[in-house]
């Protein structure tokens, strides 16, 4: 190593949105190099409301390499990080920080450690996909620390190794994973279809559902689906190539009909082979099933799609509508048969984008009380509300890829002593 001060800390820190599959990725064609059996695709949500920050250091004083998790230190051990830091060491290339008088060349990085430190703006517990924006950070922030030249689609490779959906996190608006054909993954990366002020009228709200079951993985359930359903294999040869054609057109075409119709089937088609499972596997919940029929119910009286749902692995409910107005109404209706708790906050039940309140009229707990049933229930059947059964509600949009944040008091480690600060 040139000749410098031994006692250097030199670090990145970067932010990346996180991302719900509007077609979704279930099932592997192998299990190391995290290979899908069919494309998907995705939307980046708004890293504002939600987002992983990692701040990634690099010293001469690092004896081996490090990483804390929401400020507690976690293993690095695992096949799926090991396989991310050697894919984007063996890409390093020289690195100069002429005013703090680093010199580190290439070949050095063999011989270098890392810190990590990583951090998700949303509740872990909450059972939103946070492997997706935390691996996707993870590659991005080291990626510049080690001035690795590879474009965003060759990163996504990398990212994919620790997990699938976070090759997806790597651009923002609407994402594909192209599934591709090699053994080895080179052409198995995520391509942006467009950016997020392509289609920025779109309103996402979350539901997240309280939930006391612990729910199957995702890697280890999509595994148990390829060893024993019938039913995936014709998805992935027949069905999804069909949609991902489809879903192309009505996102470039901001077609939200099509958009909605597609996006219901899919998440209904993932969940039904899940199902098809031996034994079979449950991710919604009641709680989800209401969700969705009262999105339905409301669709069907209006004659097109108001808004689409989609669920992942686990009960919350991810509900795009096709504009803030409709967005508007839905949370009237979410609202309805859903009210927070009655000693509940109103500004801790509705998060992220806490204007759409406004916009629903509703300011306290009893303009809650007061919203009439939606107009679509039959007057002869009798409403029920379910109190409690949605923990909070997050509203946001179509959001960004990944950025660095030059402003060092955002870094989450210290520069002196690279640890936690
Ligand atoms: C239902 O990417 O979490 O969210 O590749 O094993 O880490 P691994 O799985 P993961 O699976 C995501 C599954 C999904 C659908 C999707 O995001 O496309």
Not at 127 to 149: H, I, Q, T
Request: charged share 25%; net charge neutral.
């Amino acid at each position: 190593m040139a000749e410098q001060k031994s006692s250097w800390v030199l670090m990145v820190t970067a932010q990346t949105p996180t991302n719900i599959a509007v077609i979704k990725y279930w099932g592997k064609r192998d299990e190391t190099l995290i290979l899908p059996i069919n494309d998907s695709i995705s939307v980046t949500l708004d890293p504002s409301h939600l987002c992983t920050t990692t701040t990634v250091a690099v010293s001469p004083q690092f004896t081996h390499d490090r990483m804390w998790l929401n400020a507690k230190e976690i293993s690095l051990s695992g096949g799926r990080y090991q396989n991310c830091l050697r894919e984007i060491r063996s890409r390093a290339s020289d690195v100069e920080d002429e005013k703090k008088g680093i010199k580190i060349a290439k070949e050095d990085w063999d011989n270098l450690h890392f810190h990590i430190a990583s951090y998700n703006n949303f509740p872990t517990a909450a059972g939103l996909a946070s492997s997706a924006a935390g691996f996707a950070c993870l590659v991005y922030s080291l990626a510049k620390l080690m001035n690795v030249k590879e474009d965003s689609g060759q990163l996504s490779a990398i990212a994919r190794q620790g997990s699938g959906s976070a090759c997806r996190s790597l651009y923002g608006g609407f994402v594909k994973w192209i599934m591709g054909k090699d053994d080895k993954g080179a052409d198995s990366i995520a391509v942006q279809l467009v950016d997020e002020n392509h289609w920025d009228e779109l309103v996402i709200l979350i539901a997240v559902v309280s939930s006391r079951q612990k729910e199957t993985s995702s890697t280890s359930g999509m595994r148990e689906t390829v060893e024993t359903s019938p039913l995936v294999l014709h998805r992935a040869k027949e069905v999804v190539p069909k949609r991902v054609i489809e879903m192309e057109e009505a996102i470039k075409s901001r077609d939200f009909p099509a958009f909605a119709r597609l996006t219901c089937s899919d998440s209904n088609q993932f969940h039904a082979v899940c199902l098809d499972t031996s034994p079979p596997i449950f991710y919604m919940n009641d709680t989800s099933h209401r969700i969705i029929s009262c999105v339905e119910k409301w669709n069907r009286s209006e004659g097109t799609p108001q808004v689409a749902y989609t669920f992942d692995a686990g009960p919350n409910a991810v509900l795009i509508a096709r504009n803030r107005k409709t967005a508007a109404l839905l949370l009237q209706r979410l609202l309805f048969y859903f009210p927070p708790q009655s000693d509940a906050d109103l500004s801790s039940y509705i998060v992220g984008d806490k204007s759409i309140l406004k916009d629903a009229g509703i300011q306290d707990l009893k303009d809650v009380e007061a919203l009439p049933p939606p107009p679509e229930i039959k007057d002869n059947i009798p409403t029920q509300k379910y109190k409690g059964d949605v923990s909070y509600f997050i509203c946001t949009r179509p959001g960004r890829g990944p950025v660095l944040l030059t402003d060092e008091s955002q870094a989450l480690l210290n520069p002196e002593t690279g640890l936690p600060k």
